[in-house]
């Protein structure tokens, strides 16, 4: 029993972080992201209140259908080759039910505009 | 000088807290796992399906330096999903086998044909039937299901050769389809499905489907019942409509609550009794109860209902640290057994291992599930989901997931039945590629 307050603990501690990342700073303090994104040389910058990891956690959904890395080997559509905005975009609207999907929407129904914006980001930046 | 206390040298590690409700010392593992390289760290993984292969690739993907092995009896993974294609006729049992060479080859995973007897997670050590005995700093456990023999009267290894489950794909996929072949035109197939929690939510019906596709062509005399152990499946509206429409007075649905519940059964006269009546027929598909893998149990995984309790944010075992639960065996909140679950907590229990071993809290988890069904060759339906973990276990997201639509025309259907294929397609690929 422990071990699920621990788990509840670590959610908490988790949504306060992100809490912490998306509020607005204090006038004068640089921008922690910001400054992070331009300092480093990474690929696919996370958004604000998305860890890198937890992008990665987002994408990985995606593949199971879309294929590994999303190259698709089958009948549905790969990923690869799209940008990160075209990405995005679809998922919004396929969100919206301003685009016609069969399963699309209401798989992105799940997921919140920043979250969708953190996995298209990381899907654009894998490598080709 | 002062004396230093036992409990001092406890207070000071750490050790009081850490051992506290699991009675074992943590702190004391937790450094020895710190001391060696984190990244030349043993994962060892029971179960080379969906669950256990998913992660395996995905530990290696994140942490190429990792040292992975992955313990699988079979050489060969034929998989449940679409095995109710190959009973029905339209797809064989190539189509449905994985192999591991990629695994090993290019994803440099250790690939053991054995099969994991014991485990003391005390020790962190696995016992192989071959008498081998494995250590591990990370132990996975994805051994799917194990059916409850006896749950129904006499149902056990040996009758079901003569009413076959088909249930884990296999020597049993063909022989259900070598007496669906064998049978008369005019004669009657019965499935006994399975009450909640099970593997597939909605492969009974789905195996009724193309079964009467199958009957239409060729048996188109022949009536498909199906006996209940509930009031309600996964689907149910869609596949009743769908059977209205395919295959008109062929399948009758017998729910829990009007006598559908199987209590024993008896392969000379071929029927099965049920509460309120006996019914017999032609041939006979038996989809008994269902609980976690054996392993499971022998590693003291598991709670009262038989299958293993886990934290909704890592799939970590709650009865043993250091040790992930995932797939059909793991109690997964909202998310239904299925190849697409496994797989989505393979990637998020390994992904929370690498955190681990780094010293790092693990990543905000997400899960996914999409699960096809056809009706037809041409006429497939889905069911989708979105998962989080909450402190109450894992939650579909609101306003997620559901039903393919109710009023979707022929061209809907068969964009479906096209991304079935595409789903398995990919999804195989994603674990075992």
Redesign the interface.
Known sequence: ????TR??A??A??SILNACQTSPSPPGTPDPVTASATSHDKPAPAKPG??P??A???A??C??????NGR?????PSLTNLSAYTIARKLKQFKDDDSFS??MG??A???RDA?IEALANYIAGLKK | MEKFTRRDFLRLTGAGAATGALGFPLTLHAEATANKDAKRAHVVIIGGGFGGATCAKYLKLQEPDLNVTLIEPDKQFITCPFSNYVIAGFRSMRNITQRYDVLEKKHDIQVVHDLALQVEAAKRKVKLKSGKTLSYDRLVVSPGVDLTWGAIKYYDPVTANYMPHAWKAGPQTLLLRKKLEAMRNGGRFIIVAPPNPYRCPPGPYERASVVAHYFQRYKPKSKIIILDAKDEFSKRKLFVDGWQKLYPGMIEWVPGSKGGTAKSVNISRMTIETELDTFKGDVINVIPPQNAGRIAYMAGLEDATGWCPVNPMTFESKKHKGVYVIGDAAIAGEMPKSGFSANSQGKIAAAAIVAELRGQPPAEASYANTCYSLLAPDYGISIAGVYRATPEGIKTVPESGGMSPMDADADFRAEEAKFASGWYASITADTWG
């Not at chain 1, 029993?1 to 699920?4: D, F, L, T, Y």
């Not at chain 1, 593949?63 to 590994?68: E, L, Q, V």
């Not at chain 1, 698709?72 to 549905?76: A, F, L, M, V, W």
């Open positions: 029993m422990k071990r699920v788990a509840g670590m959610l501690l988790v998305i860890t990891e937890a990665r956690n987002l990985n959904n593949f199971t259908c879309h294929g590994p698709s080997p089958g009948s549905i069969t399963v209401r798989q129904k799940g997921y979250e």
